[in-house]
């Protein structure tokens, strides 16, 4: 695992970015997971620029996200599908036949559960999944307490992540209860992790993501275990962090 300590969210984004695109040139058919969030935004607006203003080609990368509400549709402006159609896809040459994002409106969420989970083994495994990080330790929806080893499933929220996310809604009520996400075993599978987190509020889950002891109370603690993770940061999101580290990784891609 490797931490930087990038000066602010634009160089943060900007680094990250460049690590995905940079794997996208070596593997054009690269598989990539992607997450929703305002952390990941900075990222994917510098990925649009490299697509648009250098020729960066997604024509045959493929994607799966971590995670999307229980109940809401698609085109529900909250739905993380239409997060993620409105602030990458749409601007991106993507081919919509390889997007994937889990189906918060499937009649039968436990075989959507396991047929997601095949499709990601059957286009030969993400080798990068990208992470943003809940104030509470979380990745993807992945709560405190999270099994370690878990697969894609249902989550019941945590009451300071509905909390947290009731800023996009009109009111805390409508936040969903439940989401599906892809699980920590999961995500852990991918060959290559860049955990992204910008802000004081991210400071405490940074600081015991990477210097605290690995705990199922604080899921994101996990990627100390992943051999090529790289977590990128801004100096707030730092100010907890009891070592120095570098502003730059030692190489961009780890693959
Ligand atoms: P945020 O959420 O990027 O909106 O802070 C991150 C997360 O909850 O994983």
């Known amino acids: 695992m490797e931490v930087v300590v990038k000066d602010s969210y634009e160089e943060m984004s900007k680094l990250s970015a460049e690590m995905i695109a940079e794997v996208i040139r070596r593997k054009p058919r690269a598989v990539l997971g992607l997450a929703t969030g305002s952390t990941p935004l900075g990222t994917y607006k510098e990925l649009v620029r490299l697509h648009q203003q250098e020729g960066l080609d997604f024509s045959r990368a493929i994607t799966f996200n971590l995670d999307e ?73 992945n709560e405190p307490g999270s099994s370690l080893g878990s697969r894609t499933r249902v989550k019941t929220l945590d009451d300071k992540t509905r909390q947290d996310n009731a800023r996009f809604f009109r ?62 940061v801004d100096k707030p999101a730092a100010s907890k962090l009891s070592r120095e580290y570098p502003a730059e990784p030692r190489i961009l891609v780890l693959a």
């Not at 993620?84 to 559960?113: R, S, Y």
């Not at 009111?171 to 910008?198: C, F, W």
């Open 69 to 141: 509400y229980v109940g809401l549709t698609h085109d529900h402006p909250q739905s993380y599908h239409f997060f993620m159609w409105e602030n990458l896809f749409k601007q991106i040459n993507i081919n919509a036949k390889n997007v994937h994002i889990p189906d918060g409106t499937a009649k039968d969420i436990p075989g959507f559960c396991r047929w997601y989970e095949e499709q990601i083994v059957k286009t030969g495994g993400l080798d990068l999944q990208l992470l943003g990080i809940g104030g509470n330790g979380h990745i993807a929806f």
């Open 171 to 232: 009111s805390l009520n409508e936040v969903p209860k439940y989401a599906m996400t892809m699980g920590i075993g999961t995500i852990m599978d991918a060959r290559q992790l860049i955990l992204l987190a910008n802000g004081a509020g991210k400071a405490e889950a940074i600081a015991k993501t990477c210097e605290g002891p690995i705990t199922a109370i604080v899921p994101a603690t996990i990627v100390q275990l992943h051999p090529k993770a790289t977590i990128i």
